[in-house]
């Protein structure tokens, strides 16, 4: 298949590319599963703030992921699913429950009546400091991180979260998903990514107890919920999402060298990829941090902090799904990000799975603004007026906690919301 790989400069970087899209239509099974997808694409998790007061599914959600379902893609790797109340992002963010549990049954039959070949992973998750089950922040920390003050400030002596705690927390994820097999899910993802709790415990170097510190203990909420939902459940795929990298200098962020620069280190990285291997968990969608330097706790060079350019953004995002790929080439890993390359995003996913540096490509914006997407690219027919525009609108919905999704492509469902986060 490499042959077929060219290496084309795009924004800067060198990244392979390929003229054969059709190589991302071909089936992939998930490692140590019975689960084949029909293609190498699949939806990434996005939230839509769309559910009921109490967690279930509402009309928009349906509404989306009938969409993702028609554009062809492999796998819907669901958004954020609270497992506990409080750690909800909002008020309409999912939440399965013991009273709702039926609800999803019926919402995950009513995708899978007419798409039954495709597998639905949902995404586990605890928002941590992002938590505000009532649209008004609650903020739940394990660790003090300084430079997410941007968005949540907290102050130092701001209360962290007890060992007990977390493991209730355990215990709430085996629930969970143990109430994701009844409901007909294919998987579950144990979610550490993106600064939420259990992303927060990977880099929780200062934290004292079972849970910090050393690299066992700051694995060890993401490693034990795995097995936990491993006990609770027959048949259920598990799967996590990570940050190959924080972005984040030392001590403050996971996969860093630690002299306080923004070089990463990928032996941590490595580490905690083998132990989930170790786990049985052979399905990993691959993220990374934005670059969020504090100056107030870093004496970095304004020169040397990376500009987050589409090209330089996305770069990071493979470099980092490349490296596992090669370093486990018998587990599958999705890379992310592919929505930046715009124009390009099929040509480059073609010649990075070719290449063995993904096994699957995920996308979130471009799923929500391009109805039919996963069938255009495989085609090679992308239409360059249907690609997502990266305006960022859909994050003002998903900040003001609205109903999200695309209101540049798909005006009449939620231009509307947008105007009247932005009072016109």
Known sequence: MTQAVQMREIGGHVLPYSEDTAILGRPVRIPGSDIVMKNAIVSQPLEGCDSTVDGAPGELTRYRYRRFLDSGVGLIWLESLAAQEEGRSNQHALWITDSNVDTYKAF?????????????????????RFSAPKNKKEPIIATYNPHHNARVPLPEDYPVVTDEYLDRTIEAFAHAAALCEQAGFDGVDVKACHGYLFSELLCAYNRPGRFGGSFENR?????????AVKAETSNLLVATRICHADTIPYPYGFGMKQDG?????????FQLV???????????????GRVTVNREFSDLDPDSIPKDTNADLFNRFFQGTKALAHAFPDMCFVGSGYTLL?????????GALAAGDISLVGFGRMALAYPGFATDIIAGTLDSKKLCTICGNCYKLLRA??????????????????QEVLGK
Do not use: W
Request: aromatic share 4%; hydrophobic share 35%; glycine share 2%.
């Open 108 to 128: 995950i039959d009513e995708l899978k009546s007419d798409y039954p070949e495709v597998p639905i992973v949902a995404q586990l998750t605890h928002s941590g």
């Open 219 to 227: 694995a060890r909420m993401l490693l034990e919920t795995v097995e």
């Open 261 to 269: 620069s923004l070089d990463y280190d990928q032996a941590e990285l």
């Open 274 to 288: 083998d132990a989930l291997h170790k786990h049985d968990v052979n399905l990993v969608n691959v993220s990374v």
């Open 342 to 350: 715009r124009e390009d995003t099929a040509n480059v996913a073609a």
């Open 401 to 418: 906690f609205a109903p999200t999704g695309c209101p540049t492509r798909d005006r009449d469902t939620y231009l509307p919301h947008l």
